[in-house]
């Protein structure tokens, strides 16, 4: 596609259970960010990819939340043990360079954790 | 570290009336500065972009900011405000080199006919 795809678009699930969340970023891009939108908040920064690995991971809450993204063009985030504070809109961001600073941002995977 | 402070979660404006809404950042070195706009149920979109050079940026639609070394700001301003302008904008700033980029909090715009 065009642009920047995101599934689940919405995906509710019980406190305590595993999920994964898909970003499928622009074709060529090789930067990739991962941000979590809570409601009136601005977009929080989580993890950046430049490739295949992590670049910046100074954002991720605690070790429930990991991302990856093995071949340098899907990634995935997933969070273990959700708790209900995890409920927000996850939102994936794709540039095709890292140093102009300009994202491109899928729609978003909105969570609730019940 | 950097941050962004938008000033006012919610502005109001009378259609064709100036829209002004405010953002200041900080930063310990030359920022990278950004308008984002989310319309409803869209994802975040790039209005404008400061990095170098002149420091009056012009986006899409018709908006424009204004980068202020000493006072920290950028504001994003249009000169007639159009019901389709309706919407959240987001002030952003990353480091030189742009690799994390940090978020205000949000405005958002009503346009009032």
């Known amino acids: 596609g065009a642009g920047v795809s995101q599934t689940p678009s919405n995906k509710v699930t019980e406190k305590g259970k595993y999920v994964e969340l898909r970003c499928d970023p622009i074709s060529g891009h090789t930067a990739l960010y991962w941000y979590r939108q809570s409601l009136g908040q601005g977009p929080e920064f989580l993890i950046y990819f430049q490739g295949t690995g992590a670049a910046d991971d100074s954002g991720l809450p605690n070790d429930r939340f990991f991302a990856v993204r093995p071949e340098g063009s899907v990634s995935t985030l997933k969070i273990q043990r959700t708790e209900r504070g995890d409920s927000a809109v996850y939102l994936c961001?794709?540039?095709?360079?890292?140093?102009?600073?300009?994202?491109?941002f899928g729609e978003g995977s909105r969570l609730t954790v019940l | 570290a950097q941050s962004v402070t938008q000033l006012g979660s919610h502005v109001s404006v009378s259609e064709g009336a100036l829209v002004l809404l405010r953002c200041n950042y900080s930063s310990s070195v030359p920022p990278y500065l950004f308008w984002y706009v989310q319309y409803p149920n869209q994802g975040l979109q790039l209005l404008l972009k400061?990095?170098?050079?002149?420091?009056l940026v012009k986006g899409i639609n018709g908006f424009e900011a204004e980068f202020k070394k000493s006072e920290t700001s950028f504001h994003l301003t249009k000169p007639s405000a159009h019901m389709s302008d309706a919407a959240e904008y987001f002030c952003?700033?990353?480091?030189?080199?742009?690799?994390?980029?940090?978020f205000g909090a949000g405005t958002r715009l009503f346009v009032k006919a």
């Open positions: 400061y990095t170098t050079g002149a420091t």
């Open positions: 952003a700033v990353s480091n030189t080199g742009g690799f994390k980029t940090i």
């Open positions: 961001a794709s540039s095709p360079r890292a140093d102009t600073g300009e994202l491109f």
